[in-house]
C-alpha cells in the first residue's frame, strides 16, 4: 500500500486506540508497509503456475500497480466478506477466522500472510495430498513467553490448545495416527522424539507452528465456528490482537487433533527469518533460493526511519534478482 493510504488507515485505527492496554498488540510493526507484495506475485505466477484463483484481501486499498483486470484475481474488500460487527478491524485474527465467508472461495485452499512468498518452484502435493491437507505434525509444549508480543501470543496458543482439548482426546487421537505423529521420515527424527516425549500427557500440550503458509479446508472452518462460536465470535468484535484471541492456527490444531491431516517435515517447507538491521542471511536465502518459502517476520526491534528504509531496499534487491520481470497481476 502507498505511504499515503497507510497513514490514513493509521489514523483510523488510532480513533479505536482503547486506553494502554497490555494485553493488546498495537505496535507499528503490524502496519508497516515493507513495499514488497509485488513479489508475492511474482512469485505465485512463476514458481506455482498451477493456482487456479488469488483472493487478495484488503481493507480497501489497492496497490497502484495491481492489475484488478486479471481474471485470476478476485480483489476483496474486508466490507464483502466480514459481518458488519466485526469492522472495521485492525487485527490479522477477524480477517483470516472469517474467511470461510469468501463467496466462490474453493474448500481447499491455501491462506497466506503478506510476509510469505514462494522463492522456489512448489507443487500442490506440498499442500495437499489425498484431498487433506499437508502440516508438520509435531507435539511442542508452549512456552511462556515474557515480552511484548510473544508474551501475547503465549496466552493466544493456550486458548487454542485449551479449546482443542475441550474437543479432543489426546491420547485417542494420536494413538490412531501414530504413523503420521511418530514417524521419523515424516517429522524428522528429532521432531518424532519431542512428540513422543510430549504425548506421555493426558492432553494436547501444544502444537509446533512453523508460520509459513497455510492449506486450509471451509469444511473445518465451519465446523469449528459450529463448535467454538462463542470464542470465534469473541475474537472477531476485537479491534486489536488481544492476549484473549484465537488464530487461523486453531483450523490446523483441529484437523492435526483430528487426524484429518498427511505429514511432512517442517523443513521440506520453508523456514521463517525474523528481520534485523542486520538482514544480510535473509537476502543470502531469498537470492541462493535455499527454501521453497520464507516468511520474513518483522521483529519488535526499534530502528530508524533510514534504517528501516535500508532493509526494505536490500530485500527488495534481493528479490529481484530471481524475480525480475513484471507478473500478469501487474499493469
Keep these: 500500500m502507498g505511504r499515503r493510504k497507510r497513514s490514513r488507515m ?12 497490555n494485553k493488546m498488540d498495537v ?3 503490524r502496519y508497516r508497509d515493507w513495499d514488497n507484495l509485488r513479489y508475492w506475485f511474482r512469485g505465485v505466477e512463476k514458481f506455482a503456475p498451477w493456482v487456479n484463483k488469488i483472493h487478495f484481501v484488503t481493507c480497501g486499498q489497492i496497490p497502484e500497480w495491481l492489475n484488478l483486470e486479471n481474471p485470476k484475481l478476485n480483489f476483496i474488500r474486508h466490507t464483502d ?3 458488519t460487527e466485526f469492522l472495521p478491524t485492525f487485527s490479522s485474527h477477524p480477517i483470516e477466522l472469517n474467511l470461510h465467508r469468501i463467496d466462490n472461495l474453493s474448500d481447499k485452499f491455501i491462506y497466506f500472510n503478506d510476509d510469505m512468498f514462494l522463492i522456489n518452484s512448489v507443487q500442490p502435493e506440498l499442500f495437499f495430498r489425498n484431498n487433506l491437507p499437508v502440516h508438520p505434525a509435531v507435539l511442542h509444549a508452549i512456552l511462556p513467553l515474557h515480552e511484548g508480543n510473544s508474551e501475547i501470543m503465549s ?8 479449546a482443542i482439548n475441550r474437543h479432543f482426546n489426546a491420547k485417542k487421537s494420536i494413538s490412531e495416527n501414530k504413523i503420521k505423529w511418530f514417524a521419523p521420515w515424516n517429522c524428522g527424527i528429532k521432531n518424532s522424539v519431542m512428540s513422543l516425549f510430549n504425548a506421555q500427557h493426558l492432553e494436547f500440550v501444544g ?3 512453523e508460520h509459513l503458509p497455510v492449506p486450509m479446508l471451509k469444511s473445518t472452518m465451519n465446523e469449528v465456528w459450529a463448535n467454538e462460536y462463542n470464542l470465534l ?10 492476549s484473549d484471541d484465537v488464530s487461523q492456527y486453531l483450523f490446523r490444531y483441529w484437523d492435526l487433533a483430528s487426524g484429518n491431516f498427511e505429514p511432512i517435515k517442517p523443513n521440506d517447507l520453508g523456514h521463517r527469518f525474523t528481520l534485523h538491521v542486520d538482514c544480510e542471511n535473509v537476502c543470502t536465502a531469498i537470492k541462493t533460493q535455499k527454501y521453497k518459502m520464507v516468511c520474513l517476520n518483522e521483529s519488535s526491534e526499534e530502528y530508524s526511519y533510514e534504517q528501516f528504509e535500508e532493509i526494505s531496499t536490500k530485500i527488495k534487491q534481493a528479490f529481484n534478482e530471481i524475480l525480475p520481470n513484471k507478473s500478469s497481476f501487474e499493469k
Excluded: D, W
Excluded at 13 to 20: E, V
Excluded at 155 to 162: A, E, F, G, S
Excluded at 234 to 242: D, I, L, M, W
Design 81 to 83: 466478506y466480514m459481518p
Design 233 to 242: 465470535y469473541e475474537t472477531s468484535c476485537r479491534k486489536f490482537r488481544s
Design 207 to 209: 502444537f509446533y507452528n
Design 27 to 29: 505496535g507499528e510493526e
Design 155 to 162: 496466552h493466544i496458543y493456550v486458548n487454542m490448545v485449551t
Design 10 to 21: 493509521g489514523q483510523r485505527k488510532n480513533a479505536y486506540l482503547p486506553a494502554r492496554n
